[in-house]
C-alpha cells in the first residue's frame, strides 16, 4: 500500500515539474519575445528624452551638485549670518539672503545667464569681452546640449541643468556680499541693488574667468569661483561698506546671538561645497572626485590653523574662529581644487587659515571701513591667496584631467603666478569700482541706510517679525503701541 502510494505521488511530482517547465519554457519565449519587440520599438523610436549626446550620469551629478550649492545659500548663509548678527537682526539678515537667492534667478533668466554664458556680444581682436544679455527661457534652447561661451564649449549636459548650476554659484555672490552691510543696510536700497550688481558685477566677471573669456584667453584660471564668487563678495562686500556707511557707534562690533544656528550653518556650506567644487568639471569625472576631496582637505587644515591662531593671539579656540577658518579654507581652495595634489591642498589650509586671519584682525581695523561680519577679509583675501597659490602648486598630474595646458611655478611655469595676480587685480578694480558707483547712483533715488530709530527696533520695525517673541517681547509691545497711538489720532482727526 505505501509503495503504491510513493509511486503515485511521485509520478505526481513528475507530471507538475514537466507541467511547470513547459510553463517556464513557455514564459521565457514570451518575456524573449516582449524583449525583441521592445528593442526593435527603441530602434524605431529612440527617445527624446535621452539623445546620444546626453551623459545620465553627469547630469544626475550636476543637478545634485547645483541642489547642493543651493542649500549653502538657503538654509546655510541664511543661518550662517543670523546666528552671527545680534538678536534684534536675525530675521532681517535672513531676509537679505533669501530675497537675494530669489532675485538673482530671475534677472539670471531674463539677462544674467546668456550675459556671463552666452555668445559674444563684444570682442575685441578674438578676446570675449562680454556676452549677450538675452533671456534663457526659450524650451527648445533649455533641452539642447550645453555649448557656452567665445569658445562654445560643449558638455554632455543639457543647457537647462547648466542654467541652474550656474544660477547657485551667481546667488551665493550677492548673497556672501550682504554680510558687510548687515545691520544697517536699507531693505528697499538692497532690493534694488542685488539684480543690478548680478547682471553688472557678477556675469561679466564669469565671462572673462568661468565662460573662456578674455582672461581665460590669456591664461588666467578659476577652478570654481575663488575670484569670480569670492573676490567679487569679498571685494564688493568692502565698497558696499564704504558707500552705505558704518553701524550705529553703540553697535560697531561682532555679537553672534546663536552660536548653534552658526554652526548649522557652517555644516550645511562645508558640506554642500561638495557639489561647489565636484560640480565645476561639468560632469561626473575624475576631476570632480579630485576636487572634492581637495575641499574638504583644506578645509579641514584651515579650521585647525585658525583655532591655533586664536589660541596663540587670544588664549584659547572659539567656535567662530574654527568657522571661519573652515570658510576661509573652503574660499582659498576653490579657484585651486581641481588643479592641485592632497599635499598642496594643506599648504593652502595653512595659508587660508593664517592670511585671512591677519587680514581680519590686523588689516581691516586699519581699514576703518565697518564690514560688520569681515567678508573682505574672509572671501575676498581668501579668494585671492588661494587664486595666486593657483599659480604656484598646479600640478600637471591633476590638471591633465581639466585643462592638459595648466602647470604652476612649481613645475616650471612661474609666468602663472603673474597672470593669477593679473587676474585678482582686475576683478578687484572693476567690482570695487562698479559696486561703490552703483550704490551711490541707487542712493540718489532711495536712502542707502535703514532710517535710526529703525535701527533701534530692528527686525520688527523693519519687517513686523521678530525672532524670538520671548525676548523681544518689549520691543513688539512698544510697536503695537505705536501703531495704537497712531489708529487714534486719525481716528480723531
Not at 545659500?73 to 541664511?78: C, I, K, N
Not at 591633476?398 to 612649481?410: E, F, N, R, S
Request: aromatic share 12%; charged share 10%.
Amino acid at each position: 500500500m505505501i509503495k503504491k502510494y510513493v509511486i503515485v505521488v511521485g509520478l505526481f511530482s513528475i507530471l507538475l515539474g514537466l507541467t511547470a517547465l513547459g510553463a517556464t519554457n513557455s514564459s521565457l519565449e514570451q518575456l524573449n519575445s516582449t524583449v525583441t519587440a521592445l528593442e526593435n520599438h527603441t530602434a524605431d523610436y529612440p527617445s527624446v528624452a535621452v539623445p546620444s549626446w546626453l551623459d545620465t550620469g553627469s547630469n544626475a551629478w550636476m543637478l545634485t551638485a547645483a541642489t547642493f550649492v543651493g542649500l549653502q545659500s538657503v538654509p546655510g548663509v541664511a543661518l550662517y549670518y543670523a546666528g552671527l548678527t545680534k538678536k534684534k537682526y536675525a530675521i532681517n539678515s535672513a531676509m537679505m539672503v533669501f530675497y537675494a537667492f530669489a532675485a538673482v534667478l530671475v534677472i539670471w533668466m531674463i539677462a544674467g545667464y546668456n550675459f556671463g554664458f552666452g555668445k559674444p556680444l563684444l570682442e575685441i581682436n578674438g578676446y570675449g569681452i562680454l556676452g549677450s544679455p538675452t533671456p534663457a527661457t526659450a524650451g527648445l534652447y533649455e533641452g539642447s546640449q550645453t555649448i557656452y561661451g567665445p569658445g562654445n564649449t560643449p558638455l554632455d549636459i543639457p543647457t537647462s541643468t547648466y542654467i541652474f548650476f550656474q544660477f547657485v554659484f551667481a546667488a551665493i555672490t550677492p548673497v556672501l556680499l550682504a554680510g558687510g552691510v548687515l545691520e544697517r543696510m536699507n531693505f528697499k536700497a538692497w532690493m534694488i541693488f542685488v539684480p543690478l550688481w548680478s547682471l553688472l558685477v557678477y556675469s561679466p566677471v564669469a565671462y572673462w574667468l568661468f565662460a573662456g573669456g578674455w582672461l581665460n584667453q590669456l591664461g588666467a584660471v578659476d577652478f570654481s569661483g575663488g575670484y569670480v564668487i569670492h573676490v567679487d563678495a569679498g571685494v564688493g562686500a568692502l565698497a558696499a561698506a564704504l558707500a552705505v556707511g558704518p553701524r550705529l557707534a553703540s553697535e560697531r562690533k561682532l555679537e553672534a546671538h546663536s552660536l548653534p544656528l552658526l554652526l548649522a550653518g557652517a555644516g550645511l556650506i562645508w558640506l554642500g561645497w561638495d557639489g561647489f567644487n565636484g560640480g565645476d568639471p561639468g560632469g561626473s569625472t575624475i576631476d570632480a572626485a579630485i576636487a572634492v576631496l581637495n575641499t574638504n582637505v583644506a578645509t579641514a587644515v584651515s579650521a585647525i590653523t585658525w583655532m591655533l591662531m586664536d589660541m596663540k593671539f587670544f588664549g584659547k579656540p572659539s567656535l567662530i574662529g574654527a568657522t571661519s577658518g573652515a570658510i576661509t579654507g573652503l574660499v582659498a581652495i576653490t579657484p585651486a581644487a581641481g588643479y592641485v595634489n592632497g599635499i598642496y591642498a594643506m599648504l593652502i589650509g595653512i595659508a587660508s587659515g593664517s592670511l585671512p586671519w591677519l587680514a581680519l584682525y590686523k588689516l581691516e581695523p586699519k581699514l576703518n571701513i565697518d564690514d560688520s561680519l569681515g567678508v573682505f577679509s574672509t572671501h575676498g583675501i581668501a579668494g585671492i591667496v588661494g587664486g595666486i597659490l593657483t599659480g604656484v602648486f598646479a600640478d600637471p598630474n591633476v590638471t591633465k584631467y581639466v585643462d592638459p595646458t595648466l602647470v604652476g611655478a612649481l613645475y616650471g611655469n612661474v609666468a602663472q603666478i603673474g597672470i593669477q595676480a593679473l587676474g585678482a587685480l582686475v576683478v578687484f578694480v572693476y567690482d570695487f569700482a562698479v559696486t561703490y558707483g552703483l550704490l551711490k547712483a541707487i542712493g540718489l533715488f532711495i536712502p542707502l541706510r535703514a532710517p535710526p530709530e529703525a535701527l533701534k527696533e530692528g527686525d520688527y520695525a523693519m519687517h513686523g517679525e521678530v525672532a524670538y517673541v520671548e525676548t523681544n517681547g518689549r520691543i513688539v509691545e512698544k510697536a503695537e503701541e505705536k501703531v495704537e497711538e497712531k489708529a487714534k489720532k486719525r481716528e480723531e482727526g
